[in-house]
């Protein structure tokens, strides 16, 4: 089976919770992670060994990506 392969935008407290989940489920998986705070980014990515950026278009512009996972907050 096939697993659907997330970018996630967002790297703070909720996107923590959130990638956990990711990561423990048969039919998804982290592909890339980005947060305009590079250092929280950088995090995200090295704990589930997939790339980070802090650009929106680096990750979009990842063809390895199937779909985007918005974590931040309401107002942004």
């Known amino acids: 089976m096939d697993r659907l392969r997330i970018g996630m935008i967002g ?7 959130m990638a956990a989940a990711i990561a423990s489920s048969r039919h998804a998986q982290h ?3 980005m947060d305009t705070r590079a250092a929280l980014a950088q995090d ?3 704990r589930y060994g997939v790339p980070w950026t802090d650009r929106v278009e680096d990750l979009l512009a990842n063809r390895a990506v199937d779909a985007v996972y918005i ?3 309401h107002h942004l």
Do not use: D, F, T
């Open 71 to 73: 974590a931040v907050p």
């Open 44 to 46: 995200l990515g090295e």
């Open 11 to 17: 790297c703070g407290e909720i996107a923590a919770r």
């Open 31 to 33: 592909v890339m992670v």
